[in-house]
């Protein structure tokens, strides 16, 4: 079993900056196989943001945070991290982190919900203009 706890939400105003935070705990670290980041605007199905993919320790972002969001990891500290950067009302949502476990040849796997089997409580981001 592995718990996921986010923090770092927030009220923010459009071209701000914010840093999440997902603390992973219960399995070793080594055994996820990725960390991924998703949101969910409000009235809408919840979306993948960006991953980090273990076995090469790529990352991969949605098309509307590529050039403004930034995954990266601790191993150390079993946490992975969100930095968003010119935030914009569109990025009002929940974020949630993920972990998976799994294995997938098709990296695209890792950017779907189902990829996942570990889920976070989700902390708001919210945008204003």
């Known amino acids: 079993q592995v718990r996921v706890v986010e923090s770092g939400g927030g009220l923010m105003q459009t071209g701000d900056s914010l840093r999440l935070s997902c603390a992973a705990s219960?399995?070793?670290?080594?055994?996820?196989?990725?960390m991924g980041w998703f949101r969910q605007p409000p009235g809408k199905e919840r979306e993948f943001v960006a991953t980090i993919v273990r076995r090469d320790e790529s990352a991969y972002y949605a098309d509307s945070v590529k050039g403004r969001f930034t995954i990266s990891r601790d191993n150390a500290k079993n946490t992975v991290y969100l930095q968003m950067n010119n935030l914009k009302p569109d990025d009002t949502a929940v974020y949630y982190c993920a972990v998976s476990t799994l294995s997938y040849k098709i990296v695209d796997y890792y950017f779907a919900v189902r990829g996942y089997e570990y889920w976070g409580q989700g902390t708001q981001v919210t945008v204003s203009s």
């Open positions: 219960g399995r070793t670290f080594s055994s996820h196989t990725a």
